[in-house]
C-alpha cells in the first residue's frame, strides 16, 4: 500500500463547477501538506501550503486538512479551462525534507 | 527573484553513458532536493543537499549520485545509464518548509 493515495482521474468538469481533488495518507508522522499544480511538459507549481489540521484559502482555492481522517482536500471554486492541470498532493513530516507524493489527478475544464 | 532552473532541459543518451544534470535553486536557497517523475512510479525523492552536504538520500541505487557547490548550485549525476532511467529529473529549491520547483531535465535513454 502507498503511503499516499491519490484517485489519477482524469476528472472532467464543466467551466464554473466546483472541483473537489482528495488524497489519503497512511503516516501519522505527516504534519505538512502541499498541492502543487503541474502542466503538461512542466515542473510542479505550488498552489497551497498548510501545516497540521485546518482551512486555508487563497482566492478561488481552499485546502483542508484533517488530521485525524488522514485525509485532505483541495477545493477549486469557479474553475476555468486554465485549472486543466494535474494536481499533485504532498507532505512531509517535520524536519526531514522528503516530500511524499500522490500519483496526480488529471483535471480537465471544458469550456 | 528568478525561479529554480535546471539544465539542460533535454538530454538523449544511450545505455550505458553517464550523465550530468544541473540546478540552481532561488537565490538564498541553500537547501536542494532532487526527484524523478516517471508514469509509472510518479515522483520520487532521490536526495536532498545543504550547505554542501547531502543530508537525505532516496531508494535509489548508487549509479545516482549528487553534490552542492558553495554557491548552492547542484549537479545530479547518474552512471551506467539503463532504459528505465528515462524520466524527468526535478530540482527543488527550499525555503524554511516549502520546496518551489524548476521546468526539471527529461532524460531519455536509448
Known amino acids: 500500500q502507498k503511503e499516499v493515495e491519490q484517485d489519477p482521474g482524469p476528472l472532467s468538469v464543466p467551466e464554473g463547477a466546483i472541483v473537489s481533488l482528495n488524497c489519503t495518507y497512511s503516516?501519522?508522522?505527516?504534519?505538512?501538506f502541499m498541492w502543487y499544480r503541474q502542466y503538461s511538459r512542466k515542473g510542479p507549481e505550488l498552489l497551497m501550503y498548510?501545516?497540521?489540521?485546518g482551512n486555508k484559502e487563497d482566492g478561488r482555492f481552499t485546502a483542508q486538512v484533517d488530521k485525524s481522517s488522514k485525509y485532505i482536500s483541495l477545493f477549486i471554486r469557479d474553475s476555468q479551462p486554465s485549472d486543466s492541470a494535474t494536481y499533485l498532493c504532498?507532505?512531509?513530516?517535520?524536519?526531514?525534507?522528503?516530500?511524499?507524493f500522490g500519483t496526480g489527478t488529471r483535471l480537465l475544464v471544458s469550456p | 527573484k528568478a525561479g529554480v532552473t535546471q539544465t539542460p532541459r533535454y538530454l538523449i543518451k544511450t545505455r550505458g553513458q553517464q550523465v550530468t544534470l544541473s540546478c540552481s535553486p532561488i537565490?538564498?536557497?541553500?537547501?536542494v532536493s532532487w526527484y524523478q517523475q516517471t508514469p509509472g512510479q510518479g515522483l520520487q525523492f532521490l536526495f536532498e543537499?545543504?550547505?554542501?552536504?547531502?543530508?537525505n538520500k532516496g531508494n535509489f541505487p548508487g549509479r545516482f549520485s549528487g553534490r552542492q557547490f558553495s554557491n548552492s548550485r547542484s549537479e545530479m549525476n547518474v552512471s551506467t545509464l539503463e532504459l528505465g532511467d528515462s524520466a524527468l529529473y526535478l530540482c527543488?529549491?527550499?525555503?524554511?518548509?516549502?520546496?518551489?520547483f524548476g521546468p526539471g531535465t527529461r532524460l531519455l535513454v536509448l
Open positions: 527543488a529549491s527550499r525555503a524554511e518548509e516549502t520546496q518551489y
Open positions: 503516516n501519522s508522522a505527516f504534519q505538512y
Open positions: 498548510t501545516y497540521s489540521s
Open positions: 504532498a507532505m512531509k513530516d517535520t524536519g526531514f525534507q522528503k516530500l511524499v
Open positions: 537565490s538564498g536557497h541553500r537547501s
Open positions: 543537499y545543504f550547505s554542501e552536504t547531502q543530508r
